[in-house]
């Protein structure tokens, strides 16, 4: 049976072929159309709110940006422990340094490093199902609009993409041969990734799963010393960290401050674990824990002993956010963005077309789940680590390349039974690919939130066009009284009051829409919100 097939190969299969001896080319190729479409991109940039980040005072970009020249200017370690996790700023300041501070150079940069992370989702897709599989994942991740902003955007997230996809790829790599050398460079790489961004340990047990299935193939002592290598290029790495925190007096391991409060933001009923918000009772959390985490998740347990199923129901609702097409902003949005860039008014696709395609690409590669492990790991503990805090669209974006690598094989079992004259069960699959897509529409009625109504208001006020301000509260004020005419919502009476405020309305107007609000019965972290503004508005008086 194999040499009839070999004799006469199906079209699939010369496809197959002749991509395979071709794929130095194709990277080269994925590698310029990604590099290509950001440049587009970055040429557009500046008619948009997020280029001059002079003008976005109060969020990471400013943060990171304001950081790094501290860096180059005054201080190098700083003091105490970090605010974030420090690779981003040093990069940062290492192109200020070597370039000046300017807003092009940085950004070019990034793109560049995210038209890599491209190739590497190639890669990955050829590891996962062959040469077609890594020609379609690398075409994917070339133009998968958020990478795309997220490339060109001052935050770490560029990086920590990068890095993360790195580790991966590196992974597929040594297992065909383990040893220290190896090991060691895949040790510093991933204590990299760690100092991106700490959630990264949450892989440390998928890493020890992966040896255990490496060794029934390759033995224990390649193995064992595969391991040394890790343990001792990730502690070279850390090791700069723990040098820095030593000399400023700091908890020697401690990466950043800010890993206790963003779980309690995520874990209490103060709060709705999507988007960015500190409860009430944060700050006495973290004095209970003394701001370690192990004792953050103990009072967050505390804090749901009386109806413990609600923890577990919030989890749910928060793994179903993280599934959800809608790319909740933070920052930076992708709808403001569309707004003003010509470049994203295309329908670049976006996480509903990847998470689909991967399902169909995991289903898949099920039988080969030890030859894939890697991948099956990192998507499954990732999303873990996201879900465990809360939903940013920011914070799942790392996980996109390995998802892409996964889509890029459900992609090619599509193409290879149509190819194959399997013709029925391939439309079969790409239906079942289209109707999650369908499913997976973005769930807001308004995409853009209250936070992107006050970027642009504030941006407008700042560039000296107080009527473009005003026009645009003036939009969102109508968006919002069309959108609870046609379905009254706590949320969305909480949402009008907050856009009143910004724009000027009387305390009168304003206190309808609140007590309206609190007679819908709201979520326990709605409520609180709402009292606060009830609050606010009557010392207000």
């Known amino acids: 049976m194999p040499a009839a097939q070999d004799e006469h190969p199906t079209l699939y299969r010369k496809l197959e072929a002749g991509l395979q001896s071709r794929f130095s080319l194709i990277l080269a190729l994925v590698f310029v159309l990604a590099l290509s479409l950001r440049l587009i991109y970055l040429n557009q940039m500046d008619r948009g709110i997020y280029f001059n980040i002079l003008k976005m005072e109060g969020t990471d970009c400013f943060l990171f940006w304001k950081w790094a020249l501290e860096i180059i200017e005054k201080d190098s370690?700083?003091?105490?422990?970090?605010?974030?996790?420090?690779l981003y700023p040093y990069f940062l300041a290492a192109i200020f340094k070597i370039f000046g501070a300017n807003f092009y150079i940085p950004r070019f940069l990034q793109m560049a490093l995210g038209s890599i992370t491209c190739v590497m989702a190639a890669l990955l897709g050829r590891r996962a199902g062959g040469p077609v599989a890594g020609l379609l994942a690398g075409l994917f991740a070339a133009i998968y609009g958020p990478l795309i902003l997220y490339d060109g955007a001052i935050l770490r997230t560029n990086l920590i993409t990068f890095i993360n996809t790195l580790v991966i790829l590196l992974m597929f790599r040594i297992k065909d041969r383990p040893g220290l050398i190896r090991g060691l460079i895949l040790g510093m790489v991933y204590g990299l990734a760690i100092l991106a961004m700490e959630n990264i340990l949450i892989l440390i047990p998928g890493v020890a799963a992966w040896a255990w299935i490496l060794k029934k193939g390759a033995g224990w002592k390649p193995?064992?010393?595969l391991f040394v290598g890790i343990a001792l290029g990730t502690a070279m790495i850390l090791g700069l960290l723990v040098a820095r925190n030593v000399k400023v007096g700091a908890p020697v391991l401690a990466i950043s401050s800010r890993g206790p409060l963003e779980f309690i933001s995520g874990n209490v009923p103060q709060s709705p674990g999507v988007g960015w918000a500190i409860p009430e009772n944060a700050e006495r959390m973290l004095q209970a824990s003394a701001g370690k985490m192990t004792g953050v998740i103990w009072e967050v347990l505390k804090e749901n002993q009386e109806d413990p199923g609600w923890l577990v129901a919030h989890q749910f609702r928060?793994?179903?956010?993280?599934l959800n097409s809608y790319e909740f902003p933070n920052n930076i949005s992708l709808y403001v963005e569309r707004r003003y860039v010509p470049f994203f008014r295309f329908p670049w696709p976006g996480f509903a077309v990847a998470l689909s395609f991967s399902l169909i690409?995991?289903?898949?590669g099920l039988k080969r789940w030890r030859e894939l492990f890697p991948l099956y790991a990192y998507v499954l503990l990732y999303a873990l680590a996201t879900v465990a805090f809360y939903i940013l669209a920011r914070f799942?974006?790392?996980l996109v390349p390995a998802l892409i690598g996964l889509a890029g094989l459900g992609s090619a079992v599509i193409l290879r039974e149509i190819l194959e004259r399997k013709v029925l069960r391939g439309i079969a699959w790409l239906m079942l690919a289209a109707g999650l897509i369908v499913m997976n529409r973005p769930s807001p009625a308004d995409r853009l939130i209250v936070g992107d109504y006050q970027n642009l208001v504030r941006f407008h006020l700042i560039s000296g066009q107080p009527e473009r301000a005003k026009e645009i509260?003036?939009?969102?004020?109508?968006?919002?009284?069309q959108i609870l005419a046609e379905k009254d919502s706590a949320e969305y009476r909480f949402r009008l009051a907050r856009l009143l405020l910004l724009f000027g309305a009387p305390r009168q107007v304003i206190l309808p829409e609140v007590d309206h609000a609190l007679g819908l019965h709201p979520p326990l972290y709605l409520k609180l919100s709402l009292d606060s503004l009830r609050g606010q508005l009557e010392q207000a008086k």
């Open 77 to 86: 370690l700083g003091s105490g422990v970090y605010h974030q996790s420090p």
């Open 223 to 225: 193995v064992a010393r």
């Open 318 to 322: 928060k793994f179903f956010a993280f």
């Open 361 to 364: 690409g995991m289903a898949a």
């Open 396 to 398: 799942r974006i790392p």
């Open 473 to 481: 509260l003036q939009e969102g004020i109508a968006r919002t009284r």
